[in-house]
């Protein structure tokens, strides 16, 4: 975008929804499929965002908000790998997941499937534990990410090096009600 002069402060705006969408439709998926609630899909997940994040990093879009928006989908990977039994654990997790709502953690946590026989499931004490632990905060009483949000575009005014004094505009355009004053 930037090599058809398009303005850095757009392609910026351009990545952080393209970033939203990707972590709304994520997210969703998480939220929705028991089938990718595990250890490894937040292995998955976490490796996958950390190269979007070096992706904005190589490419000078740090200052466009786009790996804020990604904070929702880094949190419920995290939260697909810590361990998940004693009363600390869910401390950790309620001081980790501050961009989860209290039911998008419990949701993940009644979700989430061992792979191997190593692994248990997540105790319903546990949850509930969580679920006391996060009553104070005051979240939405939403589940899903709204995928069709977007965000305002803003258009920086940025003035052009060509001086009009030495514009041609050429005859095959038609334009002769311009004068040059």
């Not at 879009?61 to 004693?86: D, F, N, R, Y």
């Not at 600390?88 to 191997?116: H, R, W």
């Not at 009483?141 to 940025?158: A, E, I, R, S």
Request: glycine share 4%; charged share 20%; with cysteine.
């Amino acid at each position: 975008m930037g090599e058809h002069g398009l303005d850095p402060e757009i392609v910026g705006q351009v990545v952080r929804q393209l970033f939203h969408c990707i972590n709304a439709v994520t997210l969703n998926n998480l939220l929705l499929r028991k089938d990718v609630c595990s250890w490894s899909t937040g292995m998955q997940l976490r490796y996958n965002t950390s190269q979007m994040e070096e992706w904005l990093r190589g490419n000078n879009l740090c200052q466009s908000k786009a790996a804020a928006t990604l904070e929702p989908i880094i949190q419920a990977a995290q939260l697909l790998q810590v361990k998940k039994k004693t009363s600390q654990d869910a401390e950790a997790i309620c001081s980790l997941c501050t961009g989860l709502t209290m039911q998008q953690i419990v949701k993940i946590l009644n979700l989430y499937t061992p792979l191997n026989e190593f692994e248990e499931r997540v105790t319903v004490s546990f949850i509930r534990n969580i679920q006391n632990r996060l009553q104070e905060r005051n979240d939405p009483p939403q589940l899903l990410l709204d995928t069709k949000q977007t965000f305002p575009v803003l258009f920086p005014y940025t003035p052009s090096a060509l001086s009009l004094e030495t514009l041609h505009i050429p005859a095959s355009l038609g334009l002769n009600f311009l004068i040059r004053v």
